[in-house]
Nanobody, 127 residues
Framework: QVQLVESGGGLVQAGGSLRLTCSAS????????LAWFRQAPGKEREFVAA????????SYADSVKGRFTASRDNAKNTVYLQMNSLKPEDTVVYYC????????????????????WGQGTQVTVSS
């Protein structure tokens, strides 16, 4: 079982930047599918960005494309989410997620693809 811990959230003004970090322990995640999701109170969890287990270029939700960049450092067992040009509507809790490679018809942009989740980190963007 892999444990995930997010950090780097906080309060920032609109137009500002934050970098979220997701540190993994318990397993090496170099072959895992990895993703970032976010969730506002009372709403469903929303896909933000995802890597496939084979690596490659991450995919992004349209709402963050061009502003957010996901990256992974397998040597550090860590995933990052660089968030630029932040908007008040980006104010939510952000979660990282991981899944070992498996055969499934579930899209990696759907939360059901992932078995392991962090506790989340709050991002607040003031206008």
């Amino acid at each position: 079982q892999v444990q995930l811990v997010e950090s780097g959230g906080g309060l920032v003004q609109a137009g500002g930047s934050l970098r979220l970090t997701c540190s993994a322990s318990g397993r090496t995640i170099s072959t895992y599918g990895l993703a970032w999701f976010r969730q506002a109170p009372g709403k469903e969890r929303e896909f933000v960005a995802a890597f496939s287990w084979s690596g490659g270029i991450p995919s992004y939700a349209d709402s963050v494309k061009g502003r957010f960049t996901a990256s992974r450092d397998n040597a550090k067992n860590t995933v990052y989410l660089q968030m630029n040009s932040l908007k008040p509507e980006d104010t939510v809790v952000y979660y990282c997620a991981a899944s070992p490679p498996r055969s499934t018809s579930i899209s990696r942009t759907h939360e059901d693809y992932y078995a392991n989740w962090g506790q989340g980190t709050q991002v607040t963007v003031s206008s």
